[in-house]
């Protein structure tokens, strides 16, 4: 399944908490029904973008590990 990116967030080199803020600050400038693609390093990540959906209007429609980057794909909720 091929999921439309409509903004892409480069967190490599953060530590938590900041992947996860970021995001949030992304999320929030963006549209009900939006993707917002994460790359992070912290593997810290992995869990708080997990908890942070279950949590959250928002749905994680992937979370993928390419060597030492973390990718999310989030889906805007209402």
Not at 7 to 33: F, I, V, Y
Not at 35 to 55: H, K, N, Y
Request: contains cysteine; proline residues 4%; hydrophobic residues 35%.
């Amino acid at each position: 399944m091929s999921t439309a990116i409509d903004q892409e967030l480069d967190t490599r080199g953060l530590h938590c908490p900041m992947p996860l803020l970021k995001a949030k600050l992304a999320l929030n400038s963006m549209q009900a029904g939006e993707c917002l693609r994460v790359i992070a390093t912290d593997a810290g990540s992995w869990d708080d973008f997990e908890v942070f959906v279950r949590q959250s209007p928002h749905e994680l429609l992937s979370r993928d590990q390419h060597d030492d980057e973390f990718i999310y794909c989030i889906q805007k909720g209402e």
